[in-house]
């Protein structure tokens, strides 16, 4: 680490310790050319997530708006705050292990269906609905039969057979 009172290329660690909540690690540093002495801060740096939106405009994931819709989806259900935290938590992780910076909004959408569909039928109807803009009731319908599909045993990639419209992308559920 530069110095950046002198410019002196190498500066020692005199103590290094993890902050409050051990998120990040505070180092003291010291130059011995110039004998200041400095903090500087590391923690962790994760991927910056990028959607591609059907029009093909480019903008920065967020965390918070991918929360407000599962919230909104999920609305009277008797679904725990703390469960739709885990959710998002969960959704995040995959996409930030998926190894792409940048995620085409069908491919999100698609993914936060599939967990959606798992947790709770009424909530996954309702992102279905607004994700995919329903204009018909044929729509509805090929929801509802994925649903039905999806939920007999023994079957479970019986929903992936569905149709077109089921076909999930490079994201499907790892
Ligand atoms: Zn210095």
């Known amino acids: ?30 130059c011995p050319t110039c004998g200041q002495r400095f903090t500087t801060i590391e923690r962790v740096q994760l991927r910056e997530l990028v959607v591609i939106k059907v029009d093909g405009r480019r903008v920065p994931f967020e965390r918070d708006k991918l929360a407000k819709s599962i ?6 259900r008797p679904i725990h705050e ?11 992780r995959q996409l930030e292990a998926s190894g792409e910076n940048e995620i ?14 798992e947790v709770d039928a009424v909530a996954y109807v309702r992102f279905a609905s607004v994700y995919r803009d329903f204009r018909e009731a044929r729509d509805f319908e090929t929801i509802l039969v994925s649903l039905a ?16 419209d089921e076909s999930k992308g490079a994201m499907k559920r790892a």
Not at 149 to 164: I, R
């Open 71 to 76: 919230r909104i989806a999920m609305r009277k």
């Open 1 to 30: 680490m530069r110095c950046p009172f002198c410019g002196h290329e190498d500066t020692q660690v005199k103590d290094s310790r993890p902050n409050e909540d051990a998120a990040a690690i505070r180092r003291r540093r010291f």
């Open 149 to 164: 599909t999806a939920a007999s045993p023994g079957q479970p990639d019986a929903a992936a057979e569905a149709g077109p």
């Open 104 to 117: 085409p909004s069908k491919q999100l959408g698609e993914l936060v269906m599939d967990t959606l569909r």
């Open 82 to 92: 703390e469960r739709i935290e885990r959710i998002v938590n969960g959704l995040v």
